[in-house]
């Protein structure tokens, strides 16, 4: 069973219009992630929340917003797509439960966004 | 800082061979080392993973070591098989936030290709 649900997989949008991706767990766990993946690269951390706490990372551009409504759902929202924003979005969770860090992270399958 | 290295960048091996993927990190704080594959188009996959509190672990055919002191970890793939073929990512976590919730950065990727 899909532990961890990103929709759509594919996303196509036209430059500067508005665009939000959406992911969603049934694992009930107390943290979400936003990765950016380009294209034969590592993913890289955008942001992420701790139950409502959002934790954004220092060189995420102002373009790119989140919103967790409840345990269950987290969305990431592309102000402006540019170009440059074509990528692999991969959200992830982890159930924070040991407090140390050492949690594993489980990804979701991605949305693939497209900007032309 | 808190990069990772990783080394090589691509490696091509005989089927059956053994594949060596070797990584450093400079955060002493890290304390949580897992490894993901990552195939073409798909999410990343957790593989194996070690926690600071030991120095070797092994599943099967993978097998991870670190050494905490020269602040660098390795995987060992033995008995290679095409199906091994994918990118293969090293990441070092620990805690991101205060409160919990751990933060992965990963290394720069290694391209394994396995041939027949």
């Known amino acids: 069973d899909a532990m961890v649900i990103q929709n759509p997989r594919y996303q196509v949008t036209q430059f500067g219009k508005p665009v939000t991706l959406s992911c969603s767990q049934t694992?009930?766990?107390?943290?979400m992630y936003w990765y950016q993946q380009k294209s034969s690269q590592a993913p890289k951390l955008l942001f992420h929340?701790?139950?409502?706490?959002?934790?954004n990372e220092a060189d995420t551009p102002d373009n790119f917003q989140s919103r967790r409504p409840n345990t269950s759902f987290c969305f990431l929202d592309i102000r402006s797509p540019g170009l440059g924003d074509a990528a692999m979005y991969l959200c992830?969770?982890?159930?924070?439960?040991?407090?140390?860090?050492?949690?594993?992270?489980?990804f979701g399958p991605g949305t693939r966004l497209t900007v032309l | 800082g808190e990069n990772v290295e990783q080394h090589p960048s691509t490696l091509s091996v005989q089927e059956g061979d053994s594949a060596v993927i070797k990584c450093t990190y400079s955060?002493?704080?890290?304390?949580?080392f897992p490894w993901y594959k990552q195939e073409l188009g798909k999410r990343p996959q957790l593989i194996i993973d070690?926690?600071?509190?030991?120095g070797e672990k092994k599943d099967q055919r993978i097998a991870v070591t670190l050494n905490k002191t020269a602040k660098h970890f390795s995987l060992h793939i033995t008995e290679t098989q095409p199906e091994d073929s994918a990118v293969y990512f090293c990441?070092?976590?620990?805690?991101?936030?205060?409160?919990?919730?751990?933060?992965?950065?990963f290394g720069t990727g290694t391209q394994l290709k396995v041939e027949l």
């Open positions: 992830a969770t982890t159930p924070a439960a040991s407090g140390r860090g050492t949690d594993t992270q489980y």
């Open positions: 694992l009930n766990h107390n943290v």
């Open positions: 929340y701790y139950d409502k706490d959002f934790n």
């Open positions: 955060d002493s704080a890290s304390n949580y």
């Open positions: 070690i926690r600071s509190n030991v």
């Open positions: 990441v070092r976590g620990g805690l991101g936030v205060t409160g919990g919730g751990n933060k992965l950065t």
